[in-house]
């Protein structure tokens, strides 16, 4: 999917502006509560707004996953089974004081998107649908339908070239979008920011990229902030540009049925038989603002931007139904209907385009209810004939007990690109008998289309030298000449998005500050697209209007509230001073090995602590049966059970997994922690030699796919067995909740089903599961160590996909060593034992490999890590801890046929207050 990064200036001005009301925080007399009424959802993530107060004041990092759902399309009755287009998105932002006036700031963003889209818009006329197989226990059966990019049978056309219903010949204006599913696909952004602050001006720096399958951009920007008049006046500007590659792999189903002659030169070939668009486009941006705070309680903030884009705008996987009509059928003066013949073209948009935007926000505090009401319009115009108009209020509303609600609303009109057109008419033939300059048919080799003969008058075949040929040995056919371009118009899209619509929003945010610093953050915000809901109506694009809504939570930490230099967070770390480093055990709590868990615990009731693990493994090179590599032969022969042949095997597969960590010591010998976990995998497939040949129906797997985000959640009770002078034992006893999916299935493709994603893919264990450990930790001046033993125990039979995963076993043992005060070295032995997978899919699994079977799961391995830890002893970054840890796969048993092991990378962030 081709999705434009957000760009390198959002945000920039919403920064400012609460720079400069913190800076006359004296003015609002109001108190802290009347500022942050004042200053509160500057920030605006998707579909929920973040308290600017908490983060614009201080150091502050922030965590949030949204959910992304939208309904199903309107096909007018046609059965429609494919699930609507659903995205969970990860976003991880932080902002650190490098020195009383230089910070550093970051924002990380990943989603995972998958469901069905819209790829062309067609008459609803042009019958019949497209028939949708699925495979189940009792056969293959019709599960549901969209409409054809091209209908075999056309669309018949009055004289007026209206659609007509084919069953009474009634005229049918309505049109219908024909929808295409997608498997999973994730897309990683990330940019990074430097600023420096003077007395009376600010300026930055910034750079990033956004990465995925078919989408790279890469971006930078500069900008900077001037006060004047007593810092209660601000001019803020900013410049930005942005570079992208294209790759996109045309869909494979849509692909035989798109006419792609506008662009042959971009696209190419691969081996596998995708078909490759490539191409590039670049943007330009400039902004200039003004921030004017008017009195104590209210400001104002305006601003301008022009962006400038040029080179591939299209999205290459829109195309546009194109309805050719024979000229002479139309002109025959007859009155009877005619037939037009429904082709599909890939959309052609301007290769520049030049956008002009103005918009502006009042914020005004309400004294009466200590409240704020912030009111936004934006104005935007460009050089494609689309004028937006967008009207946004909110009211932000402290309630007692640390809570503040935002309701808000959203309105949004534009009018309709130039050359946006539901479909295309055009009066000529999509393609024609090609004649001689003696009006003869040519015909052509089918195989080599250079070699050309002609019909006589008594239609024989004869060559170039007139002399008549066999047809019987040759393979012939009638040389055609394609449709002219030229009567096209230059530019042409039916992407509902360049449609003249309105549409209408609103939300709210309820968020909890639960300790000092601490902010947890919720949201949901319903959205619906209505093309009567238009300024000055006139939208006509009904049949495309849709509706979704986002859900979100978010966790904010500002850690200058919870603890800077001199407080007690910053006391309790940075306590380990020489004199009294080789007796602090302090220190040797926090210096396990990043890669492990449930090895620390909090020791003073009320202690909190926040973490984040991340957490890389890859798998690749040749496949094992137990320790020994296997040639392809055998794989395909026993790799697949007794009964099938393997078609495919694992190339490489990677795992990325993002976890949060929250724990919470309610005594001194309790700790309660809860870890909920996203991840992502991906993984590459490759034939196999000697494979069976592929059968008609065969899914068609080109290059690798994609899964995530939510994974299973973890629930952990730590408990302090035993402590004496240098000494501790503690067990823990933790559920895993089900809360990653467990059911997901291919996208369809050439109508044929994909089955079940592989079991090694799906994103967690679908049953509610038993997660025990023992930790004993120990330390005497600058060496510690410890060991632990953990387990999984699946406690239900199978989840409801019809499988349970195997149960686990792992036991470890770590040696550190402080390096310096703050500097610890650690090495450790893990060995791993886990069962195979019991049962099996309870849906259709297409079998193609050895990751389609449950006996090649499991195994037993041993590993040894290296990581270091760092534990910020002082300074502003005091009371963090920082953890990287490799682990290094030393030998491999696995059961059945399974994928090499590479490594596992495992870095962890921790701050305890």
Not at 701 to 715: A, C, K, R, S
Not at 809 to 829: C, E, H, K, S, V
Not at 879 to 906: C, I, M, S
């Amino acid at each position: 999917m081709v999705i434009k990064p957000s760009g390198p200036n959002n945000g920039s001005y919403h920064k400012n502006t609460s720079n400069v009301i913190k800076k006359t925080a004296g003015v609002a007399a109001g108190g802290s509560k009347t500022l942050q009424a004042l200053t509160s959802a500057a920030v605006v993530l998707p579909g929920l707004l973040l308290s600017s107060a908490q983060a614009a004041e201080g150091d502050h990092i922030n965590f949030q996953y949204s959910r992304y759902q939208e309904g199903k399309r309107n096909l007018f009755g046609i059965p429609n089974s494919l699930d609507p287009i659903r995205a969970d998105v990860l976003h991880g932002s932080g902002v650190f004081s490098l020195t009383d006036r230089a910070k550093f700031s970051f924002n990380y963003t990943q989603d995972i998107w998958a469901g069905a889209t819209p790829i062309v818009t067609s008459p609803l006329a042009a019958d019949p649908y497209n028939r949708i197989l699925e495979n189940t226990p009792d056969g293959v059966t019709v599960t549901g339908a969209s409409p054809l990019i091209n209908p075999s049978r056309g669309v018949l056309l009055d004289r007026n070239l209206t659609p007509l219903h084919r069953t009474d010949g009634s005229q049918d204006t309505r049109n219908v979008l024909v929808l295409a599913s997608a498997s999973p696909e994730v897309r990683n952004q990330a940019n990074f920011r430097l600023g420096y602050e003077w007395d009376e001006a600010e300026i930055n720096a910034g750079a990033g990229f956004s990465l995925e399958n078919d989408y790279r951009s890469s971006f930078g920007n500069l900008g900077g902030r001037m006060d004047f008049n007593q810092k209660l006046t601000s001019v803020k500007f900013s410049a930005g540009y942005t570079s992208s590659n294209i790759s996109a792999i045309l869909d494979h189903d849509a692909a035989p049925y798109l006419t792609k002659t506008a662009f042959s030169d971009q696209i190419k070939r691969r081996s596998d038989g995708a078909e490759i668009l490539r191409d590039e486009r670049r943007d330009w941006s400039f902004n200039l603002g003004l921030t004017q705070i008017l009195t104590k309680y209210a400001l104002i903030d305006a601003n301008f931007g022009y962006t400038f884009s040029s080179g591939y705008l299209e999205n290459p996987y829109k195309a546009v139904t194109a309805i050719f009509v024979d000229p002479d059928e139309l002109n025959n003066g007859l009155s009877t209907p005619i037939l037009g013949d429904v082709r599909a073209l890939l959309e052609q948009r301007p290769n520049q385009r030049h956008q002009w935007a103005f918009n502006a926000k009042y914020i005004q505090h309400i004294s009466p209810f200590d409240a704020a009401l912030h009111l936004n319009y934006k104005f935007t115009v460009d050089d494609w004939g689309i004028h937006t108009n967008t009207f946004g209020a909110s009211w932000i509303q402290p309630l007692p007990g640390g809570w503040t609600l935002t309701p808000r609303i959203r309105y949004y009109s534009q009018d309709s690109a130039s050359f946006y057109q539901p479909f295309l008419i055009s009066e000529q033939n999509f393609s024609s008998q090609a004649f001689d300059s003696q009006g003869r048919e040519i015909w052509v080799d089918a195989l080599n289309p250079d070699i050309e003969y002609v019909r006589d008058g008594n239609f024989n075949l004869i060559d170039g030298t007139g002399n008549p040929v066999d047809e019987s040995i040759l393979n012939v056919q009638p040389k055609t000449i394609p449709f002219d371009a030229e009567k096209l118009p230059n530019n042409f899209s039916s992407d509902h998005r360049l449609a003249g619509f309105g549409a209408l929003s609103g939300g709210a945010t309820l968020s909890k500050e639960f300790a000092r610093g601490v902010t947890l953050q919720a949201g949901f915000e319903y959205y619906t697209r209505d093309s009567s809901f238009k300024l000055g109506g006139g939208g006509g694009s009904g049949f495309a209007d849709f509706d979704y809504y986002v859900a979100n939570a978010a966790l904010s930490i500002n850690m200058e509230a919870m603890g800077g230099p001199g407080s007690g967070a910053h006391a309790h770390h940075s306590g380990h001073d020489k004199s009294n480093h080789k007796s602090s055990t302090h220190t040797h709590r926090h210096q396990q090995p990043a890669g492990l868990m449930f090895a620390h615990m909090l020791d003073n009731a009320g202690d909190f602590m926040v973490g984040y693990r991340f957490m890389y493994s890859r798998m690749g090179g040749s496949l094992l049966h137990g320790s020994h590599t296997v040639d392809d032969q055998t794989i395909v022969n026993q790799g697949c059970g007794n009964e099938d042949l393997c078609a495919f095997a694992p190339a490489e597969m990677s795992m990325r997994m993002h976890m949060l960590n929250l724990m919470y010591a309610p005594t001194g010998w309790l700790n309660v922690m809860i870890m909920p976990r996203f991840m992502d995998m991906e993984m590459d497939l490759r034939e196999l030699d000697g494979r069976p040949p592929p059968t008609p129906d065969e899914h068609q797997h080109f290059g690798g796919h994609t899964t995530g985000v939510i994974g299973d959640t973890l629930m952990v009770s730590l408990i302090k067995l035993y402590e004496t002078s240098g000494h501790r034992f503690h067990a823990g006893l933790g559920i895993s909740a089900p809360s990653g999916k467990t059911n997901l299935k291919f996208r369809r493709t050439f109508r044929t089903d994909g089955g079940a994603v592989h079991y090694g893919m799906q994103l967690g264990s679908g049953t509610w599961d038993f997660v025990p450990s023992l930790t004993y930790t120990g330390e005497y001046h600058r060496w510690s160590w410890g060991t632990q033993v953990s387990g999984i125990k699946r406690m239900e039979s199978r989840n409801k996909s019809g499988y349970r995963l195997g149960d686990l076993f792992q036991a470890t043992t770590w040696l550190g060593y402080d390096l310096t005060r703050w500097l610890t070295a650690n090495i450790r032995g893990v060995y791993t034992l886990q069962d195979r997978i019991h049962g099996e899919f309870n849906q259709f699994n297409a079998g193609i490999g050895p990751m389609d079977f449950p006996s090649n799961y499991g195994g037993q391995f041993w590993n040894i890590g290296f990581g270091v830890n760092a534990a910020i002893p002082s300074g502003r970054f005091a009371g963090n801890h920082f953890g990287f840890e490799w682990l290094q796969p030393v030998h491999t048993d696995v059961n059945g046929y399974q994928l090499d092991r590479k490594g596992a990378l495992t870095a962890s962030w921790s701050y305890q207050f």
